[in-house]
């Protein structure tokens, strides 16, 4: 396990990649994770169990659970939750909260490898779908789906509305991680380069195909949105005295400059449904 970044005593030096697989590197640091990631606007579930025909007691697979960010919901709302989650560190987290909790199953198998004993109503990805396997995963979701079952793919983006602190953050990711441009967790919106909803509207394994967008904003102090940065898998696979160093001065930015960052989200939810 990775020792968790320091982030008030920066180390200096630049950043090297280490070899690790970005499907489970969040694991480095579940606890962290599971506090400061934000989770999932109300009205999403709402909207999943109206589209999908999602009722209490009905089987969802979740792909990518993490520390249980949307199994949280999807459990309050009654549904019957089998969690995949190859990370052992955030499945740990994870297996604590389901403690006591029959309707909620937890494996580490990845989607791809899922020994599955039913078919699921409703397979859910919040955050996670860009980590599977592009060749496997539609024809994988079909065979897993019962009947007219759907694929739901999540994620969010978060954007800084307020530049003013570009030039100092490009300075600080220079200085200390040359090659790595994030000035915001997620700065690009990874699923952006990696998926498109074509994939699911050329798809001929699924038919009707719907997406809902929610906008919403959180703010943050300087700490937490260092805590929050560091929960990014690109800071992750740098040296930890290169992310230690980078999330030390930008903490000491935002302090300077306020003590205060917000954050504007947007929730994507993609609707398919499983084609016979």
């Known amino acids: 396990r990775r020792a968790r970044p320091d982030l008030g005593c920066p180390a200096r030096g630049r950043a090297t990649a280490v070899s690790a697989d970005q499907r489970t590197v969040f ?7 599971d506090e400061v990631r934000p989770g999932y606007p109300p009205e999403m579930f709402v909207t999943v169990a109206k589209v999908a ?8 697979l979740e792909v990518g659970a993490g520390t ?4 949280r919901a999807m459990v309050e709302r009654g ?6 989650e190859p990370s052992a560190e955030m499945r740990h987290v994870l297996t604590i909260w389901c403690a006591g909790r029959p309707a909620v199953a937890v494996s580490g198998h990845f989607l791809e490898t899922f020994p599955a004993r039913e078919r ?3 397979i859910l990805a919040a955050q996670s779908w860009h980590w599977t ?3 496997l995963r539609y024809q994988r979701v079909h065979q897993l789906l019962a009947a007219g ?17 570009d030039a100092d953050l490009d300075a600080i990711y220079q200085a200390h991680a040359n090659g790595l441009r994030a000035r915001e967790p997620g700065a690009a919106g990874i699923h952006r380069g990696q998926w498109s909803s074509s994939q699911l509207t050329g798809n001929p394994a699924f038919g009707v195909v719907l997406h809902w967008r929610h906008d919403w904003v959180e703010s943050y102090d300087a700490l937490r949105y260092a805590r929050l940065l560091a929960t990014q898998s690109d800071h992750m696979l740098l040296e930890p005295s290169a992310v ?3 999330l030390a001065e930008v903490r000491r930015l935002v302090e300077r400059r306020g003590n205060r960052v917000t954050l504007s989200y947007a929730t994507d939810l993609f609707l398919a449904q499983r084609m016979p």
């Open 53 to 60: 025909g999602i009722h209490p007691a009905d089987s969802v």
């Open 149 to 165: 079952g759907w694929l739901a793919l999540v994620w969010n983006t978060p954007r800084r509305t307020d530049h003013s602190l």
């Open 133 to 135: 396997d592009s060749q």
């Open 120 to 122: 699921f109503r409703l």
């Open 244 to 246: 230690a160093a980078v």
């Open 79 to 84: 549904w019957r939750v089998t969690c995949l």
């Open 68 to 71: 249980g960010k949307a199994t």
């Open 27 to 33: 694991g480095a640091d579940a606890e962290t994770y």
